[in-house]
């Protein structure tokens, strides 16, 4: 049994953890922002879900009504849109673009709310126009990828925010 890749592999995991290195995750947002509110106008109540289990993960309190909040965060979407880019010699559409569009805007009691400010995450998707069923579940899985950097990208920004 060859030893030699796994010691390199464990020397090079005890170096990067004791350096001080994580992966990026949504708990930096807890230092700023100890409560929000988030109101959700139109858009899938799924995005919503996630979005409030990533702020609780990142140990922001999540309540309901705006005179507890010291961080309002209006949203509008997601909304989905994709365009055709590609078709095959049968006029079949091969190539979309794809993406989701979140419309947010950010408001401290008292103060007047942000301009309404564009979250968008594009995707190029590329299937086989004969495979239906296989064409479904990569929209399916898709639209999960691009609602979690949708997510990510708003967490950024919220963090943004608060530390102005």
Not at 18 to 43: E, M, R, W
Not at 76 to 90: K, S, Y
Not at 109 to 132: I, M, N, Q, T
């Amino acid at each position: 049994m060859r030893r030699g890749p796994f010691l390199l592999g464990a020397v090079f995991c005890l170096t990067l953890g004791g350096c001080g290195f994580q992966l990026a995750d949504s708990k930096g947002v807890a230092t700023k922002i100890p409560q929000a509110s988030l109101q959700l106008v139109g858009g899938s109540p799924g995005f919503r879900q996630v979005l409030e289990r990533k702020l609780r993960g990142g140990g922001v309190k999540v309540v309901g009504g705006d005179a507890a909040a010291d961080l309002i965060v209006y949203l509008e979407g997601p909304e989905e849109r994709h365009q055709v880019i590609g078709v095959t010699t049968e006029m079949d559409a091969r190539e979309y673009e794809v993406g989701l569009h979140l419309t947010v805007r950010l408001q401290r009691p008292g103060e007047k709310p942000s301009a309404p400010a564009v979250v968008s995450r594009y995707r190029h998707w590329l299937f086989d126009s004969e495979d239906y069923l296989a064409a479904d579940e990569a929209r399916a899985v898709l639209k999960k990828e691009l609602s979690g950097e949708l997510i990510e990208a708003l967490l950024l920004r919220i963090r943004a925010y608060a530390e102005q």
